[in-house]
């Protein structure tokens, strides 16, 4: 399964990328919405995991453009953001599932498969 890592937190991202490449996934991290939302164009992967606070273009604007351009490609939002509303915003422009910080990569990876 090759994978798009979107994640400014290098700790979280660290984490992530090491739990998937466990699970014998293909990773590709970036940690700016500017380089995320070109390498998601770009790039074909089995699946995006979004932060949504991110320096440059954030998750939320990565999100919508992606499914403007009729990019299907599956989305997992992963955020500290975690209030209802912010979870059903991301879910109405598109997003596959939305998982709360912190949380668990094991939950991450489940919901990826």
């Avoid at 606070?53 to 989305?75: E, Y």
Wanted: aromatic share 8%.
């Amino acid at each position: 399964m090759k994978v798009l890592l979107v994640e400014d937190e290098r700790k979280i991202a660290n984490f992530v990328c090491a739990g998937f490449k466990e699970q014998g996934f293909v990773v590709d991290h970036c940690d700016n919405g500017n380089d995320g939302f070109a390498r998601a164009s770009n790039g074909t992967y089995d699946v995006i995991v979004l932060d949504i606070m991110l320096p440059g273009r954030d998750g939320l604007s990565i999100l919508k453009g992606l499914r403007k351009a009729g990019n299907a490609t599956p989305v997992i939002l992963l955020t500290a953001r975690n209030e209802l509303d912010d979870r059903i915003e991301g879910l109405t422009l598109g997003a596959d599932d939305y998982l709360a910080k912190p949380f668990f990569v094991e939950e991450l990876i489940a919901r990826i498969q």
